[in-house]
């Protein structure tokens, strides 16, 4: 399945299965960073409410002991229904789909994915803070980010907890800040503020036997987009279960 949204080019240094554990830093226990996956369209009457809840969460952090990551990632399937969401993308609609495979409610909008673990319709904000407070207390690997040029980035992982199964490590890059005048379809007429959307998400690689990865990424930013605005995100998740069991995030305007 090909996850690419936008071309980054080549690896530049890539992480070896059975090399040497990754020197990390512990994350602060108070602050578990937790990914809210927002399954969503601007031609969905029922996702602004959602994407209003994803924002206030972001920006209020409401949970103790969990620092919510959102990752707004726009389905393309409601596109022929009237309006054209400038943001979405099938890469995003395929992978809700790999979702509806461990989840047996399916795909609908707007709907939310805690951590890999946990579905839920994305404008519960009390079932959504209750499943965050949950992801949070799962055993976790360690994830570190820098940005060794203003180009490129690194990515280190280390401390998978014993007996994960084969993983993936993916690179989101999300904007926050966004909005959009809706013309036609569910929501024509109506100005759409969105949480932060994923502008690309792509695969760097499998964690090694050794439980580590390690890889030095290009950073292809396009015109247009916001370095202000911009996070880096990554994921170390599950292959089968879909579970994410370790998460970073690096604002880029304050790397350079």
């Known amino acids: 399945m090909k996850l690419t949204l936008l071309a980054f080019g080549p690896l530049l240094l890539a992480g070896l299965a059975g090399s040497r554990p990754a020197t990390l830093p512990t994350l602060p226990s108070a602050a578990v960073p937790v990914v809210v996956e927002l399954f969503t369209s601007e031609g969905c009457s029922s996702c602004p409410?959602?994407?209003?809840?994803?924002?206030?969460?972001?920006?209020?952090?409401?949970?103790?002991?969990?620092?919510?990551?959102?990752?707004?990632?726009h389905v393309d399937y409601w596109n022929r229904l009237g309006w054209k969401d400038p943001f979405s993308a099938a890469g995003f609609s395929e992978r809700q789909r790999q979702?509806?495979?461990?989840?047996?409610?399916?795909?609908?909008?707007?709907?939310?994915?805690?951590n890999g673990r946990y579905e839920l319709v994305g404008s519960r904000?009390?079932?959504?803070?209750?499943?965050?407070?949950?992801?949070?207390?799962?055993?976790?690997?360690?994830?570190?980010?820098?940005?060794p040029t203003a180009t490129t980035l690194a990515v280190r992982v280390g401390g998978l907890p014993p007996g994960t199964p084969a993983t993936e490590v993916l690179l989101a890059l999300t904007e926050t800040g966004l909005a959009t005048q809706v013309g036609r379809g569910e929501n024509?007429?109506?100005?759409?503020?969105?949480?932060?959307?994923?502008?690309?998400?792509?695969?760097?690689?499998?964690?090694?036997?050794?439980?580590?990865?390690?890889?030095?990424?290009?950073?292809?930013?396009?015109?247009?987009w916001q370095p202000a605005h911009l996070r880096a995100v990554v994921l170390v998740q599950e292959r089968a279960s879909r579970r994410i069991?370790?998460?970073?995030?690096?604002?880029?305007?304050?790397a350079n």
Not at 99 to 114: E, I, K, L, M
């Open 245 to 254: 069991v370790g998460v970073g995030t690096l604002p880029l305007a304050l």
């Open 188 to 224: 024509a007429g109506r100005l759409l503020h969105h949480a932060a959307v994923v502008r690309a998400l792509r695969p760097l690689g499998a964690v090694g036997a050794g439980g580590t990865f390690a890889a030095t990424v290009p950073l292809a930013l396009a015109a247009g």
């Open 125 to 147: 904000r009390a079932e959504l803070a209750q499943r965050i407070a949950e992801a949070a207390r799962a055993p976790r690997a360690a994830v570190a980010l820098s940005r």
């Open 99 to 114: 979702y509806a495979r461990v989840f047996p409610a399916g795909s609908y909008t707007p709907q939310a994915v805690v």
């Open 49 to 73: 409410a959602a994407d209003e809840v994803a924002r206030t969460l972001e920006a209020t952090q409401p949970v103790p002991g969990a620092e919510v990551i959102v990752l707004g990632e």
